[in-house]
């Protein structure tokens, strides 16, 4: 439906007035949107159809997975001149295997943002991603997404140089935060909602309280006015 829409939207305006637009999608479900697929039916093959329109006047362009010479050029322009040689184990472990399980973590974007985070940007030591307890491509993600959360807020300074927020505390309301969506079933997190997080009857007596509060100052200040 959502193509659809911006198809119409497409033929109804005119090319010199129509505002250009990058629609993301991943790349597997973009096949299965407007690819051909094989339908097939008590084991009998149909005829190749296509599951949705295409988007129309539209360039499709597919990132490729990184190389290794990639990922480190990227990070070493990221870290401070100063600290550059801290990245030297990671370098010569993608050399020497750039098809090893930690050059195909850093194959994505996401991933290497996420290690220029967690490293680049900090005075920590790269060398963690090397330890023997990520031994897996998984493994490595899921540690860098970990590392996501400290990295940031310990990057906040605040009065007399400590950290403005409190790195456990903000990890534990995230958590708060994840398993609501998780119990909602969406990936969608809208202010308008965070009422819910109250327990009911919790709710009621702070919005009782709020409107007597309220209705006391009104009171108090009609009343001066008399």
């Given amino acids: 439906e959502a193509i659809r829409a911006l198809n119409r939207a497409e033929v109804a305006s005119s090319h010199a007035d129509a505002d250009a637009m990058v629609v993301t999608c991943r790349s597997l479900e973009y ?121 940031v807020y310990s990057e906040m300074p605040g009065p007399l140089g400590k950290s403005r927020w409190d790195t456990a505390k903000a990890t534990s309301w995230y958590k708060f935060l994840a398993r609501y969506l998780t119990l909602r079933r969406t990936r969608d997190l809208a202010w308008w909602d965070l009422g819910r997080l109250i327990p009911r009857r919790l709710y009621w007596m702070l919005l009782g309280l709020s409107a007597g509060l309220a209705g006391g100052i009104a009171f108090q200040i009609l009343s001066g006015w008399q």
């Fill in 31 to 151: 096949a299965s949107i407007v690819g051909q697929a094989s339908a097939v039916a008590q084991g009998e093959s149909a005829e190749l159809r296509p599951l949705a329109e295409p988007l129309a006047n539209a360039a499709v362009v597919e990132l490729r997975p990184l190389n290794a010479r990639e990922v480190e050029t990227y990070l070493l322009e990221a870290t401070p001149d100063q600290q550059v040689g801290k990245w030297d184990p990671v370098r010569v472990a993608l050399s020497d295997y750039p098809e090893g399980q930690l050059a195909q973590a850093l194959s994505t974007p996401l991933m290497t943002a996420m290690a220029r985070t967690a490293f680049s940007q900090t005075n920590r030591d790269p060398s963690d991603l090397l330890a023997s307890s990520l031994t897996s491509r998984d493994g490595i993600e899921q540690y860098l997404l970990d590392q996501l959360v400290p990295s």
